[in-house]
């Protein structure tokens, strides 16, 4: 059974139609891939964060990613554009060695995406030009300590962001 678009019974215009069929099977993605450092302990409770800078003190206990390959600022606009709607749905897939986490939060018209340094998730609502995610359901004390403890080996990690 196929979809017939027909343009004379269409009730929007077939340029709009096409485009809102095709926003429902498009995923956009970014891919992130930084590195674990010794100074990892992810007991931050309202956030989680990948920065681009190359080292970690004990106290960026938020931080599970240092030197990462890219920040929001590199994101895609059509990544950006489907994040800054409020019913947005991101999905981040935090892989490190053969562990897996997932993690879920939403969109908001504020993101900005604009940071060169850090990409944040947050728990909150809030929101600054770091925040790439709000409302999610996991901050770093909250991720597989079997996770943390390869990230605190140096190994690689890659996040996977997916907006729906």
Do not use: W
Not at 21 to 39: K, M
Not at 77 to 84: G, P, T
């Amino acid at each position: 059974m196929g979809l017939i678009v027909s343009r004379e019974k269409s009730p929007l215009p077939y340029s709009l139609y096409s485009k809102l069929l095709l926003h429902l099977i498009v995923q956009y993605t970014e891919n992130l891939i930084a590195y674990g450092d010794a100074n990892v302990t992810a007991n931050h409770s309202s956030t989680l964060e990948i920065t681009t800078d190359s080292y970690l003190t004990l106290s960026g206990d938020c931080i599970v990613g240092i030197s990462s390959n890219r920040s929001p600022s590199n994101f895609s606009n059509d990544f950006i554009i489907a994040c800054q709607n409020k019913n947005a749905k991101i999905i981040a897939k935090l892989s490190a060695g053969s562990h897996e986490q997932h993690i879920v939060g939403h969109g908001h018209p504020d993101l900005t995406f604009k940071s060169t340094h850090s990409a944040v998730i947050r728990t909150s609502d809030y929101v600054d030009d770091r925040t790439i995610m709000i409302n999610s359901d996991t901050a770093a004390k909250n991720l597989d300590r079997n996770i943390i403890r390869i990230l605190q080996n140096k190994n690689k990690v890659h996040f996977h962001l997916t907006v729906l």
